[in-house]
Each structure stands twice: as structure tokens, then as C-alpha cells.
């Protein structure tokens, strides 16, 4: 039989799958060649937080994330992309997908509550596609990618 850590492992990935197939689609998904894929593999395998999805802050985590897998593999931003030493951050714990609070990560702005409400990323040599992932992070008021190379669908 699995060892209960196996099975644990186990259930807690096809949790996060269901949660982010409602959230992305389930074709999408399994679409290995997607950042929504790829941020859902990032949560399941690599986050620092190990968030489970009935969390609060996972779905804007798991938007947040998917951001990052969708702007130019990341090694073009200027400021705290999530490869250390790719780019200047003033703070670690303001780098992206580092372990702290998506709260913490740079240029996102939270609600007391640790809700998104804003997130600005301008002139931060982002490139890509603006992820429709947004739309699970009801409190987020303001969005500037300005000055970037993101293109919409």
C-alpha cells in the first residue's frame, strides 16, 4: 500500500488540479505548453508555502503565478523576477514565487486582509500575454503593466 505521505502527495494534487481546472479550464490545464499548467505544477511542486487550495489566498496566488509563467519566461524583468540574481530586488521577500506572501511580492498591493487590490508591474520589461486569470481576484482594483510588451488574446 502508498505510504499516507504518498497518498497525502497524491490527493493534494489532484485538489490543486480541480481547483485550477475550475479556475483555467481543464484542457488548459493539462496543455503542458501553458503557464497555467505551469503555475499549477509551480504550486503543487515547488511553492515555498505548500498552500492548500481551500485557502484563501490560493487562487490569487495561483493567478499571480501564472502571470510569471506567462511574461517571457521571466529572465526580462527588471525588478524581483522570481530567478535570483536575474534581476534586481531590493528584498528577497519581495521577489516573485519566493516563499513569502504574494502580499510581499513586488508591486502587488493587498487589503489588510491580505487581498489583492492592486497589482503594478510597469515599465518592468514583462513580455507576453495578459493572462485572463486576473478575473479570480475579485478585489483587484487596478492593474498597470504599462510600459511592458504584453499583448492581449
Known sequence: TASPTRSGERRRRREIIGKTSIISGAETI???TTPQHAATEWM???????LDPTDPQ???????????????DSRGWKLCGPEAGGSDCPEEEERFLSGSSECEWYGVICDPLDIVTKVDLRDNGLGGELVPEFKVMPSLVSINLSSNRISSE
Request: glycine share 0%.
Open 30 to 32: 493539462r496543455d503542458s
Open 44 to 50: 503543487i511542486e515547488e511553492d515555498p508555502r505548500q
Open 58 to 72: 490560493f487562487d490569487q496566488r495561483y493567478a499571480l503565478a501564472t502571470v510569471v509563467f506567462a511574461t517571457d
